[in-house]
């Protein structure tokens, strides 16, 4: 989880093949009408965001029958989504915080292409985002290869 930019697609790819498992980026979720608002730049409400993440909810019960994990990549930035994405906490689901500064971020966004999420929604993102007290924060600074290793030692995957 975390803000656009800071390596969940990458992370979670890598992080996948490292343990057999299956990636699934949360952006591939997103109703049309949602990538359309990112795209002409409207950042997205919570009731927008609401249906994507019930669909992530059931993607989650869905995997959670099979032997190998899943990783998930979705920004997840308030509490209350993280909520509906794991109810009661469901121990099954463990949320990985990629913690990087505004201004690498915004660097790392300005050199992406080809993302339906423009650079000016970064701050719209850092605004919603509530910094979770119950994930495992990861610093984004070192290279993917570094966190995938960090991650499979602290998960033990």
């Known amino acids: 989880m975390g803000v656009s930019g800071s390596g969940k697609s990458t992370i979670g790819e890598q992080l996948a093949t490292a343990t057999g498992g299956t990636f699934f980026d949360g952006d591939d979720f997103h109703p049309p009408a949602n990538v359309a608002k990112m795209h002409a730049g409207i950042p997205l409400d919570d009731a927008d965001r609401l ?33 509906i994405l794991a109810p009661g906490g469901d121990p099954r689901v463990h949320f990985v915080y990629l913690q990087g500064s505004f201004e690498l971020i915004a660097a790392r966004l300005h050199a992406r292409h080809g993302h339906f ?13 509530e910094v979770p007290q119950d994930a495992l924060t990861v610093d984004i600074t070192p290279p993917p290869e570094a966190i995938v290793t960090e991650l499979r030692g602290k998960l033990g995957v």
Do not use: G
């Open 51 to 83: 249906p994507w993440l019930q669909r992530l909810r059931q993607l989650i019960e869905e995997q959670a029958t099979k032997p190998a994990p899943s990783v998930i990549a979705c920004s997840a930035l308030k509490r209350t989504y993280r909520e």
């Open 117 to 129: 999420m423009p650079e000016s929604l970064l701050r719209s993102q850092f605004d919603a985002l």
